[in-house]
């Protein structure tokens, strides 16, 4: 599977716009990127996840340009409610349907 | 739906005793997935299961660790005996066929201490 890399943390501010970027420079064809968010003290959730260009859907949105070396989960006006660890990951779909987690960037977010 | 249930939320224990967790998978969801999550090593994989069936196991640290699905319904992850070095957060997960793309759900997860 393509490893990730993404930043070990970020802060913002209320209000503002967040783009955490991942880069994944040995993606397959069929590999996909989805992201996952954990906030303390619960399990990840699945927020979005993409092949190409952008997906949006009502918490986030993805950018994955052409060469899909990398890809962008932007996070319109973040509130306090958003600090968590947020998780990119490469998809394969084979038969080995495992989820791996690296990780993920720590996302602070200050009044 | 009451989302994926994990028990209990909370364990402490003593060195060298069993410890069993539990997980009550999304009715319908025919994978089954173990992780364990620590500051040092992260979520880590441990198990899964497909329609009840061991899949993979080759994130199960030692053979003090076994898991097992008697139905679709309920899951356990047991360790015997527990060393100190196994406390971290489990955390339970399921997902339909599909769900690689669908998303996993993930329960609330089990701090376990071992003193």
């Known amino acids: 599977l393509a490893k990730t890399t993404q930043p070990i943390s970020m802060d913002s501010y209320e209000g503002q716009e967040v783009n955490i970027t991942c880069s994944h420079n040995?993606?397959?064809?069929?590999?996909?990127i989805t992201w996952y968010q954990q906030f303390p003290s619960q399990g990840p959730r699945f927020i979005i996840q993409?092949?190409?260009t952008k997906v949006t859907n009502e918490v986030a949105s993805l950018f994955i340009p052409a060469d899909r070396k990398s890809s962008t989960l932007s996070l319109p006006r973040v509130s306090l409610s958003d600090t968590a660890v947020y998780y990119c990951l490469v998809v394969r779909m084979d038969s080995s349907y495992k989820l791996i987690f690296g990780s993920g960037t720590r996302l602070l977010v200050r009044p | 739906d009451a989302g994926v249930i994990q028990s209990p939320r909370h364990e402490v224990t003593e060195m060298g005793q069993e410890v069993t967790l539990r997980c009550k998978p999304i009715?319908?969801?025919?994978?089954l997935f173990w992780y364990r999550q620590t500051m040092m090593r992260g979520l880590e994989l441990l198990i899964y299961f497909n329609n009840n069936v061991p899949i993979d196991d080759s994130g199960m640290p030692e053979d003090r660790f076994s898991a097992k699905m008697p139905n679709a319904s309920f899951s356990t992850l047991k360790i015997q005996p527990s060393e100190p070095r196994d406390s971290a957060v489990y955390f339970c997960a399921s997902s339909p066929t599909g769900g690689l793309l669908l998303g996993y759900t993930f329960g609330s997860g089990t701090r376990l201490t071992v003193v």
């Open positions: 040995n993606i397959a064809t069929n590999d996909y």
């Open positions: 993409g092949y190409k």
């Open positions: 009715s319908g969801h025919d994978y």
